[in-house]
């Protein structure tokens, strides 16, 4: 995993390395103001950069990869429905942030794993084997993530934020700019969440009206509903084995890539 997560990293880096260095007039004047930072040509179409170049695209994609993470994979639903959950529990802090984050975080490595597969066996091993440029295995890979998001979009989102672009409809997710999809995918990860916090809300709050409809019965308004509460919902949560029904729930809602 460790091994695969670094070739992930590296093909990122390269990413943004392309994207820095794409523009000639960038490329030149870069070379020019700081000759350690070198541009070679190859003559065979080919381009080598020097390692000051590398390290700058190297701490480029570091401040990079967490929007990444954040906007173009499956994390923002799971995180947000695990936070949800927490609160309609009314566990307070637990489980901590740092548990919910690695839950998600784990997750979104599970349910993207097919996109990142084929992202590995199409772009980088061909790119590392120098089989591939690096603008093909940047279009390959960028085609693969277009693709999981959007199957993962709603159709009135991306419509939405494509008719206020101006672009018009699409033949394919090939054609679908990220400048399109990125702010489409996020809404619908954010209405889609929602809605499934609302239904994990749902009981928790009945065991509350419940509970505090008891206890005003009885004459015990001094004593807090929530505090009574607790007990009872965890119990219904572990014998309804509430965080596998949770996490394979979040896991089933996405479309595979």
Partial sequence: MINFLSKILKFGF???AFALLSSPSLAQSVSSGLPALNITD???GETTY??????????????????????MTSFTRIIIVLSILRQAMGTQQTPPNQVLIAIALFLSFFIMSPTLTR????????????????????????FQI??????????????????????????????????????AFITSELKTAFQ?????FLPFLVIDMVIASILMSLGMMMLSPMLVSLPFKLLLFVLVDGWAMT???LASTFVAG
């Fill in 14 to 16: 390269i990413i943004i």
């Fill in 42 to 44: 190859q003559g065979n």
């Fill in 50 to 71: 020097s390692l000051s170049l590398q390290i700058l695209a190297l701490m480029t994609a570091l401040t990079v990869l967490p929007s990444l993470l954040l906007g």
């Fill in 119 to 142: 992202i590995y066996d199409e772009s980088i091993t061909p790119f590392l084997a120098e089989e591939m440029s690096a603008e093909a295995a940047i279009n390959n890979g960028s």
């Fill in 146 to 183: 277009k693709e999981f998001m959007v199957k993962n979009t709603r159709k009135n989102d991306l419509s939405m934020f494509s008719d206020m672009s101006g672009t018009g409809n699409y033949e394919g997710p090939q054609d679908v700019p990220f400048s399109v999809i990125l702010p």
């Fill in 196 to 200: 499934i916090g609302f239904l994990l």
């Fill in 247 to 249: 996490v394979g729930s």
